[in-house]
């Protein structure tokens, strides 16, 4: 089964994405509400790493540079409610993250990333 690492301090999107993507694909997810918590999780077999930009102990950006750093074969898609311009979005990708995705807009569009990630 596919492994998916999720860092999300929203816990109603962390659920409500969590039985989303297992009801559509065929993954095995860890959530984590911190990016810590998330980091200190990361164990290397992880087919993507899905993180919120902001959460209270620190930002998505940290991911990036640890598994960019330690696991580089792993994609982190970065998520957001709030919005970023092309310009931020191009800095993330250039750093690292696979991908930026809004959560407003954007469950079908990481359900689909992911389901690409995965048949790779």
């Known amino acids: 089964m596919n492994k998916i690492l999720i860092i999300e301090d929203d816990e109603n999107w962390m659920r409500f994405l969590n039985g989303h993507l297992k009801n559509n694909l ?3 997810i860890s959530c ?3 990016v810590v918590e998330g980091i200190d999780n990361i164990v290397g077999d992880e087919k993507v790493i899905l993180s919120d930009i902001y959460t209270p102990n620190g930002i998505g950006f940290n991911v990036v ?3 960019v750093k330690k696991h580089p074969h792993i994609p982190v898609i970065l998520m957001s409610a709030d919005q970023f311009s092309n310009i931020e979005v191009q ?3 250039t750093n690292g ?3 930026f995705i809004e959560k407003m807009y954007g469950l079908a569009e990481i359900t689909k990333t992911i389901g690409k990630i995965l048949e790779n």
């Open 97 to 99: 993250a696979y991908k």
């Open 91 to 93: 800095r993330m990708i």
């Open 65 to 67: 540079d640890y598994v």
């Open 32 to 34: 984590y509400e911190t």
């Open 26 to 28: 065929d993954v095995n």
